[in-house]
């Protein structure tokens, strides 16, 4: 009987645990196998994505010129984009100029984190409204804005 009961609440936490890692992934799969091989996508993207981003910081960090603008990256997600900005100096204004590039695209801000203290980082999750936009579009537009932002704070 016991036996019985430990097995029913092992299947329980395993199917619990499961669930968790599907709404993590977010993956549609509803058997086992497919949520740990859509489990094991998703962590093969953040590897890549580690690399990536370690591989911008390594170049930055060597380069013996220092771009004094803010670097911006863009990453596709299923409604939108994830949009980071950062600087390592504090940039004022510069919130409100890239909040103008996101309205001219079209791009409803769903959820934003800035940091304006020492420097400038802006991490926003935008929705957009119009279909023919893609994340080299709205990385070329914030970019442009912020190119605009630095000539006008250096009058």
């Given at each position: 009987m016991v036996s019985r009961e430990h097995k029913k609440a092992a299947a329980a936490a395993l199917h619990e645990k499961l669930q968790l890692l599907r709404s993590i992934t977010n993956s549609r799969a509803m058997n086992k196998t497919s949520i740990i091989i859509d489990a094991s996508k998703y962590i093969e993207d953040l590897k890549q994505k580690v690399e990536v981003l370690n591989q911008d910081i390594a170049i930055a960090?060597?380069?013996?010129?220092?771009?004094?603008?803010?670097?911006?990256?863009?990453?596709?997600?299923?409604?939108?984009?994830?949009?980071?900005?950062?600087?390592?100096?504090?940039?004022?204004?510069?919130?409100?100029?890239?909040?103008?590039?996101?309205?001219?695209?079209?791009?409803n801000v769903v959820e934003a984190r800035v940091s304006c203290t020492g420097n400038f980082h802006l991490e926003a999750v935008g929705e957009n409204e119009e279909e023919n936009v893609d994340a080299h579009t709205v990385k070329q537009i914030v970019s442009q804005a912020i190119d605009n932002w630095s000539e006008s704070s250096e009058d």
């Open positions: 960090q060597n380069s013996s010129y220092q771009d004094p603008r803010p670097m911006v990256t863009v990453e596709n997600l299923e409604k939108g984009f994830q949009i980071n900005v950062i600087s390592e100096k504090n940039c004022p204004g510069l919130l409100v100029t890239i909040l103008e590039a996101f309205e001219e695209l079209g791009l």
